[in-house]
């Protein structure tokens, strides 16, 4: 076959193809497995990776998966501009990236609103965890923001360094190795942008906290606050700067780092504890947990005067009292006995040494690992997702990151390698699932008769590991519960009675001849879906029992530090109830992790590293080969690639390959499927090569694409295509292609929507929105608004509606209760006084006051005898005997129910608001003002003139309390008012220059009321 013109053979069968990639970047390989002529050739496929990866084209796909090989280097394709270039773009049409994952997945989401999960596997080291902080990176920068999601974005980033601090450590494979699972699921509003997030964790590994093998580390955050901790802090915390001195940190003989700076990275994970919202108290909380964990630690035991095990170093012991808050003697008690609890009797037995070194590290691990969950549960607090979005009812979708183990297979493989291999089994089996369940889904939505896929169903292997009372685990868990001697050697023969004869499981016993050479008589094997792994049964038991002795929960339930008592909670001793055995927990949690992602779309990043000594640019093809298999890749792409290997919307194939064929080029008028049939004819396509879908055509084999887009790029100079992919700007096929639509479409633009101007019009609206989107009116008072060509005017409506109610919205939300009760007074005032008074435009200007009379200005008295009636609102006004006019200046206090006339510290008169008739005002910029009671009424001594200064305010408030917005009259010349006993009294009102309120002629009363510019 050709490859750049050239014949390639590898390894004999192997042939590779496709220089003429489907788009101008990236010619290295091919970009897609699927499209892998020989896609059953392990050799094609890893030397399809080998040779990408030789040109720093780390990322590949298998359909949707993303096969990643880890650089070991900085590359420069994660700027912000790689993001944007990213952005929308569909998953082909650019070079594959994590990227382009993350924004399909995101769109997915948004478009669809479907929940979706990453799924992010591989061997350590093989960057999964890079992978996962990229996506996360990917969506704090492209998602829409606003202040508190700012926050939330930078709280969910910061989780990693606080995550990693308590999680990863230094191991042999990876300086930062993830020593536990991780799914951090990402919750979006509406409108796309972050709004919450959840972590769950997974299988820490505790045992790190006491034991490390040579040449790995610790937890980094011992090394960090070693290292970091300032003076002070080591003092308070009783600790010394080196990492030497205490025995959890030394077994590996590796207290330092050369890529890390631990005191640089204390620095940042003090940093982000404090953005994800920890007090100061809970961090000291939280690092005395840490130092009394190192000096737990360094104690040590003895033989006592009796033979007894006891304490030998009671510094550490007070030490670590101390730091975790329990009393000294009660915990030095308990690491030195155990109690049982036997026929409803409680007994104490001492404990040997070995069995007191083994409570002491079971404390230590069992601290550690609890610390662990209440900070993810922390953290989990402060990204949660906040209570009004929840319940809005507009409903949220959740992206979801799984950073997880992936098949482990050590030369030694324990309890831990079995669950971890275990999770990958079981996330196989969710990955066939889902990948049939889409293929089949997109077939049926197509139209096209779907062909069975012969795959491998790892069921029978999940169910030899979790079936019950068969099960493996059930059988560890009676072994564990079953009295009598026990032992890992027990639990052996125990799997072999019950297992035995299984067609992936056997045993040194079980096997024959070559099978049995190759294990160990303390192994069991698993012929797992990727492959043999054998399990040394050696501490199986141990750690699936996870034994913390009672009487040192029960020390520890009494803590003062908050977070200790918190992790070890008294209903746990009280209850007589065995917990459940850690591998049944790690199935539960299991069982659980599967459903949320079975719930969602999935994405699959398969993460591989390509070679043990972390360096850049070494591919080592042995360890690569066998990732591939662990990751059950080739698996992968047979399924792909069962039907067709590659499918694209009827536009998109036209669009590109349109130039081949005279009847499709330059446009195709038709329907799009005829237009496709049109194209693949008369290119000379079989019938079996390819199938049209709805709205897609599927290609069975590569090599139809291949000859397909080697006739294009035989093609472009004809077509005058540039280095860039598009048409030079003067050439002939420029002017063919947009220039004449263009202008024909001007001419037809009055006609209805048709091939002929249907360039024109689509671009007149492109503009049009694009134009719009720059232009839109920033407040609800701007309205300008760019004019829509005539095909967009409804929808221009419907826009500027939406936008205008949208800002609308986005200011109600921001006003503040009391502004919300001064416009709610002013709308009233205007509803009362626009355009009706003289003296509403100053009037409403200004601030609307809560009482215009300090408190201190209503006499005690009057307060004392309105009781239980509040003031709500008082302001001095000038009261007017309706005989004489003779003014009496007063106080006018509003209750809710009735407002009262008060002289210094006698109330001279009550107007209840119900039996109030009316209140009448002049046109003009005076402030006097009629209260208008019932004549019949005798306890009410009839209508009240007065005059205030803030008339406007006043009666609003009073108009708005008494419910008497309707009773307002307005009157232009003159009010009448009512005298006792059918008389009646008249109030005239005149412009002039300054108020002046006199008797005028006939017993009125004349107000000369000053001209206002305004009018
Ligand atoms: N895309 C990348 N670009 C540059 N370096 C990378 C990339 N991915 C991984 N690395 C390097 O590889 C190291 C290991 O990666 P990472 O910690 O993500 O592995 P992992 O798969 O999470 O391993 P583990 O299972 O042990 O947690 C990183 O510390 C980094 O140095
Ligand atoms: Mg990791």
């Not at 923001?145 to 042999?172: C, W, Y």
């Not at 591998?583 to 299991?590: H, R």
Request: hydrophobic share 35%.
């Amino acid at each position: 076959m050709r490859y750049q013109g050239r014949e390639v053979d590898v390894e004999g069968r192997v042939r590779l193809v496709m220089e003429s990639a489907l788009t101008a970047r990236d010619r290295v390989g091919v970009q897609d497995f699927v499209l892998l002529e020989n896609y059953n050739s392990e050799a094609a496929f890893i030397e399809n990776l080998r040779r990408r990866f030789g040109e720093g084209l780390i990322y590949t796909y298998i359909g949707s998966v993303l096969v990643s090989v880890n650089p070991y280097k900085e590359l420069e394709i994660y700027s912000k501009q790689q993001m944007e270039r990213y952005r929308g773009v569909s998953f082909y049409e650019i070079s594959p990236h994590i990227y382009a994952l993350s924004d399909t997945a995101y769109r997915a989401m948004r478009t669809e609103r479907k929940d979706q999960c990453i799924m992010i596997s591989g061997e350590s080291g093989a960057g999964k965890t890079e992978a996962s902080k990229k996506i996360l990176l990917y969506y704090a920068v492209t998602c829409p923001i606003n202040a508190h999601m700012a926050t939330l974005g930078d709280r969910l980033l910061q989780s990693n360094p606080v995550l990693e601090a308590f999680g990863n450590a230094k191991t042999f494979r990876n300086d930062n190795s993830s020593r536990f699972g991780k799914y951090m699921g990402v919750q979006f509003d509406f409108r796309g942008a972050p709004v919450g997030g959840h972590i769950l964790n997974y299988l820490l590994e505790k045992s790190r906290v006491v034991h490390q093998n040579h040449g790995e580390r610790n937890f980094h955050i011992f090394y960090q606050l070693l290292d970091g901790g300032d003076d002070n802090l080591l003092t308070t915390l009783a600790l010394q700067r080196n990492p030497q001195n205490y025995s959890y940190l030394v077994k590996g003989n590796c207290p330092r780092l050369s890529s890390v700076s631990d005191k640089n990275n204390w620095k940042v994970v003090m940093k982000a504890l404090s953005v994800i919202g920890f007090a100061e108290e809970e961090v000291q909380k939280l690092l005395s947990i840490i130092a009394g964990v190192l000096h737990l630690g360094n104690t040590q035991f003895g033989e006592g005067e009796e033979g007894e095990t006891c304490i030998t170093t009671e510094t550490h012991a007070t030490n670590v009292a101390k730091l975790l808050g329990v009393d000294v003697s009660a915990l030095g008690e308990a690491l030195t006995h155990k109690k049982l609890t036997a026929k409803g009797e409680e007994m104490i037995t001492p404990l040997n040494f070995e069995q007191a070194m083994s409570a002491r590290d079971a404390l230590a691990k069992a601290v550690y690992g609890r610390t662990f969950t209440w900070l993810v549960e922390k953290i989990n607090q402060s990204v949660a997702l906040q209570e009004e979005i929840y319940h809005s009812g507009k409903g949220c979708s959740v992206i979801g990151l799984l950073d997880i183990y992936g098949f482990e297979v050590l030369q030694h493989n324990s309890f831990e390698q079995f669950c971890i291999n275990y999770c990958n089994e079981k996330l196989q089996q969710l990955f066939i699932e889902l990948t049939l369940r889409s293929e089949q889904e997109e077939y049926e939505a197509e139209g096209i008769a779907w062909e069975t896929v012969q795959y491998f169903d790892n069921k029978i292997i999940c169910d030899l590991i979790e079936e019950k009372h068969k099960g493996i685990i059930s059988t560890l868990d009676e072994e564990c519960l079953r009295p009598g001697e026990t032992c890992d050697a027990s639990f052996l023969e125990k799997l072999e009675d019950t297992l035995g004869g299984h067609p992936h499981f056997v045993t040194h016993k079980l096997a024959n001849g070559k099978t049995r050479k190759a294990m160990g008589r303390e192994e069991f094997r698993l012929l797992h879906y990727a492959g043999e792994v054998n399990y040394n049964v050696n501490g199986f038991l141990d750690k699936n029992n996870d034994l913390l002795n009672r009487n040192l929960k029960e020390v520890m339930c009494q803590s003062h530090n908050q977070i200790v008592s918190y992790c070890f909670r008294r209903e746990e001793v009280m209850d007589q109830k065995r917990p459940e055995m850690a591998a049944t927990q790690f199935k539960n949690n299991l069982m659980k992790l599967m459903e949320i992602l079975g719930s969602k779309e999935p994405s699959y990043v398969r993460c591989l590293k390509p070679n043990d000594a972390k360096q850049p640019g070494r591919f080592d093809e042995v360890l690569i080969r066998h990732q591939v298999k662990y990751l059950g890749l080739m698996e992968n792409l047979r399924v792909r690639r069962a039907g067709f290997a590659y499918r694209r919307r009827f536009e998109a194939f036209l669009q590109r390959y349109k130039p081949l064929c005279p009847e499709t080029w330059p446009n195709w008028h038709g329907r799009l499927a005829d237009g496709v049939s049109t194209l693949v004819n008369h290119l000379g396509y079989k019938a079996e090569e390819y199938k049209l879908g709805r709205s897609k055509i599927f290609i069975r084999f590569p090599k139809t694409l291949f000859t397909t887009e080697d006739a294009l790029q035989a093609k472009k100079p004809e077509i005058g295509e540039c280095k860039n992919g598009f048409p030079e700007w003067r050439c002939k096929g420029r002017l063919l292609v947009i220039i004449l639509p263009f202008i024909k479409g001007f001419i037809y633009r009055h006609e209805d929507y048709c091939p002929e101007n249907e360039y024109f019009l689509d671009h007149v609206r492109y503009s049009f929105l694009k134009n719009l989107r720059k232009n839109l009116p920033r407040s609800v008072l701007d309205k300008t608004w760019p004019t829509p060509p005539p095909s967009l005017v409804e929808a221009s409506e419907n826009l500027w509606r939406m936008h205008m109610r949208n800002m609308v919205v986005k200011y109600c939300k921001r006003v503040q209760p009391e502004w919300r009760k001064q416009m709610i007074q002013k709308v009233a005032a205007s509803e009362i006084f626009k355009d009706q008074k003289d003296s509403y435009p100053q009037g409403v200007g200004r601030l609307f006051l809560d009482s215009r009379l300090e408190r201190e200005q209503i006499n005690l008295k009057v307060v004392q005898t309105l009781g239980s009636d509040k003031v709500q609102y008082g302001v001095p006004v000038v009261k007017y005997d309706r005989r004489g006019f003779k003014p009496r200046p007063r106080q006018l206090l509003l209750t809710n129910t009735f407002a009262v006339l008060v002289d210094k510290t006698k109330i001279k008169q009550r107007i209840d608001y119900a039996a109030l008739r009316g209140i009448s005002v002049s046109s003009l910029s005076d402030g006097m003002f009629v209260l208008h009671m019932p004549n019949e009424d005798n306890k009410q001594k009839g209508d009240v003139v007065l005059h205030c200064d803030h008339v406007i305010e006043l009666v609003t408030k009073l108009a708005m309390m008494a419910s008497k917005v309707n009773y307002v009259n307005i009157n232009p010349g003159s009010i009448t008012f009512a005298v006792a006993r059918g008389k009646e009294g008249i109030i005239d009102f005149v412009r002039g220059s300054e108020l002046k309120v006199a008797k005028g002629k006939r017993g009125h009363l004349l107000v000369i009321a000053p001209q206002i510019n305004n009018i």
